[in-house]
């Protein structure tokens, strides 16, 4: 797959992004995090196209890894359904900052795609989807469909355990064939994560002037 289409696919970000910003002022606040969060991936993109296109564009990719999953958890605090008690919110921020760390400056490895943060956080981010979803279903059960957290977090679910499922199998993937067939499949998880997000920021409801983001 070329790099064009890679990039082209890519874009397919705008969609949600978009429809974030048509939407803005009606968007509750708690959903704020996510749309940064868009906003941070196109740049991202475009940074990795237009500044690394000729070569490794595995520093700002690591550094977007680390936003996203704070980001990530941020809004999964901000839905006020699950990570209630701050202290466990702010310690997994930590321990999410700590493995970064660890993985990308301790060891040197910034400069290079690794597998244990992008497990790692990939797979924090699955579980807290999944704890989501359960709660959803225990305690929200009409018009799921339409939820918008619900559509997010299947999404999440979608998205995230496949990168996992990418990341290990590429790393021990015996053919460079095979690598690249596995993150030719990524590209296009990745747009019908991004397609399953712009129809979650439709499915938004309005704001309600007195329910703000815990912090």
């Known amino acids: 797959m ?16 978009i429809a974030g ?15 940064v969060l868009l906003a941070i991936g196109l740049v991202n993109e475009l940074i990795c196209y237009f500044l690394f296109s000729d070569k490794s564009n595995a520093i700002p990719t690591n550094i977007y890894y680390l936003i996203e ?20 919110y702010q310690s997994l921020q930590m321990a999410l900052v700590i493995a970064w760390v660890i993985d990308k400056i301790v060891l040197k490895n910034i ?4 597998l244990y943060f992008t497990v790692l956080s990939s797979l924090i981010i699955v579980l807290l989807s999944v704890n989501q ?21 299947n ?18 993937a015996p ?17 019908a994560y991004n397609i399953f997000l712009f129809i979650a920021i439709l ?13």
């Open 69 to 88: 999953a704070l980001m990530l958890v941020w809004q999964f605090r901000n839905w006020r359904n699950i990570l209630k008690d701050k202290r466990v």
């Open 2 to 17: 070329n790099k064009e289409l890679v990039f082209v696919c890519s874009l397919s970000i705008l969609l949600p992004l």
């Open 133 to 153: 979803l359960n709660w959803l279903i225990t305690n929200d059960r009409k018009k799921l469909i339409r939820n918008p957290i619900f559509i997010i977090c």
């Open 203 to 215: 499915c938004i409801p309005p704001k309600r002037t007195f329910l703000k983001p815990l912090l």
């Open 21 to 35: 910003i048509i939407r803005f002022k009606k968007i509750p606040e708690s959903y704020y995090p996510l749309l």
């Open 155 to 172: 999404a999440i679910v979608f998205y995230f355990s496949y990168q996992v499922m990418a990341e290990v199998f590429y790393y021990f």
């Open 111 to 114: 400069n290079h795609f690794t």
């Open 175 to 191: 053919e460079q064939t095979l690598k690249k067939d596995i993150f030719g499949i990524l590209v296009y998880v990745n747009l």
